[in-house]
């Protein structure tokens, strides 16, 4: 198996180079290379959406990523963001702080196994951030809602709940106009 150098911008903070195979997926990277294990490996054919990072583009807007049908080597160079990276950490890397995002699934309880959460935080964290880009009209929020969590598999059905969740973050940072 050929292997090639890979290196990237992972949670604000430059990583590699590691040498890996080519055909190795995101997904065990993150796992087996970084110990990062907050995306979940689900379905492992991209449905499910448990597994999504974020990928920061240039442009400055962000999209997710399925890692466990996407190759590592398509992240080289890039800026990327897992579930870890949302929180706030003291100096030993301890949490301090969560993101409201993640504050907010708590507080609605919009999870049972959590198997599905990092997914649907990733999911809620690019929703919110395209709506501080642009806010919506309060007649397009649920479908935007929808179109940012609606690929997401929840077996135990917390849909409503991380739905609700992602709405009150939205709401509350003033993410609505009217109309």
Do not use: W
């Not at 890979?6 to 055909?23: C, E, I, K, R």
């Not at 240039?58 to 890692?67: A, K, L, N, Q, Y």
């Amino acid at each position: 198996m050929a292997k090639r150098a890979l290196s990237m911008t992972l949670n604000g903070q430059a990583v590699g180079p590691f040498t890996v195979d080519d055909d190795l997926m995101m997904i065990e990277f993150l796992h087996e290379y970084l110990n990062l294990t907050g995306s979940r490996l689900g379905c492992g054919q991209g449905v499910c959406h448990a597994c999504v990072a974020i990928l920061d583009k240039p442009d400055g807007t962000s999209e997710e990523i399925r890692t466990c049908i996407t190759g590592a080597h398509f992240f080289d160079g890039k800026k990327v963001r897992t579930v870890e990276g949302h929180a706030t950490r003291d100096d030993k890397g301890e949490v301090t702080g969560l993101n409201p995002i993640q504050q907010k699934f708590i507080d609605q309880f919009a999870f049972q196994c959590s198997y599905c959460t990092s997914g649907y935080v990733n999911a809620a964290t690019v929703l919110v951030e395209k709506l501080q880009r642009q806010p919506v009209k309060r007649s397009e929020l649920e479908g935007e809602i929808e179109h940012a969590l609606g690929n997401h598999i929840c077996r135990c059905t917390g849909y409503v709940r991380y739905y609700n969740a992602a709405r009150e973050v939205v709401e509350g940072l003033g993410l609505v106009k009217e109309g």
